[in-house]
């Protein structure tokens, strides 16, 4: 059974620069046919999609945020790791690890297993 | 960028009742790369179809997806109490990713 488990800080300053763990239990992310990302969602609002990464290095950026953002994988860990830059208050959300489809398949760029969340807050 | 615009914002329907819900693309989506998600209060999204109409293992038969190029629908044929939720389509066609802005179903 596939399980993400995001971490996070809970709480930071504007300005500061937010870091984001997601642990991923019941698979390996070595050697998958899966991209792993992150998705975002502001209190009341959408969906964002940030960054997506595949287990060798590959990588996909939303190019709204790539200039603050970089997403990472360590798979000694089986983590996907995200940072994101200069944070102000429209970057409080609920950011969720998600694993995509298989791109052996196709190009399954969905998200078909989530996490539960981590609520991010910047605030002075 | 793909920009998906989800009609109508909120859907008041009752129990038994059909749910039709559009997700309208700016550009053709290649290949019919359109997914369907369904999130409830306090959860994370739950994915129900992909490819625009293929039911992810475990949906239930009365969701269904259907459409091509730039409009989609996701139909529930007959509302159970668990399918008042917020509903997000989300073309993967092309990058960035990008998700429609949601529709809620509410209980009229």
């Known amino acids: 059974q596939l399980h993400l488990q995001e971490s996070g800080p809970g709480l930071l300053n504007p300005s500061e620069t937010l870091s984001l763990s997601c642990t991923v239990s019941?698979?390996?992310?070595?050697?998958?046919?899966?991209?792993w990302g992150w998705v975002r969602q502001p209190p009341g609002k959408g969906l964002e999609w940030i960054a997506s990464?595949?287990?060798?290095?590959?990588?996909y950026y939303n190019p709204s945020l790539e200039s603050r953002v970089t997403i990472s994988v360590d798979t000694s860990k089986n983590q996907i790791s995200l940072k994101l830059n200069s944070v102000t208050a429209t970057d409080t959300a609920m950011y969720y690890c998600a694993r995509q489809g298989d791109i052996f398949t196709g190009a399954n760029y969905f998200f078909d297993s989530w996490g539960q969340g981590t609520l991010v807050t910047v605030s002075s | 960028e793909n920009v998906l615009t989800q009609s109508p914002g909120t859907l008041s329907l009752s129990p038994g009742e059909r749910a039709t819900l559009s997700c309208r693309a700016s550009h053709s989506v290649f290949s019919n790369y359109l997914a369907w998600y369904q999130q409830k209060p306090g959860q994370a999204p739950r994915l129900l179809i992909s490819?625009?109409?293929t039911r992810t293992t475990g949906i239930p038969a009365r969701f269904s997806g259907s459409g091509s190029g730039t409009d989609f629908t996701l139909t529930i044929s007959r509302l159970e109490p668990e399918d008042f939720a917020v509903y997000y389509c989300q073309q993967y066609s092309d990058s960035p990713w990008t998700f429609g802005q949601g529709t809620t179903v509410e209980i009229k």
């Open positions: 990464i595949y287990y060798s290095g590959g990588t």
């Open positions: 019941g698979a390996s992310i070595r050697g998958t046919s899966h991209y």
């Open positions: 490819d625009a109409s």
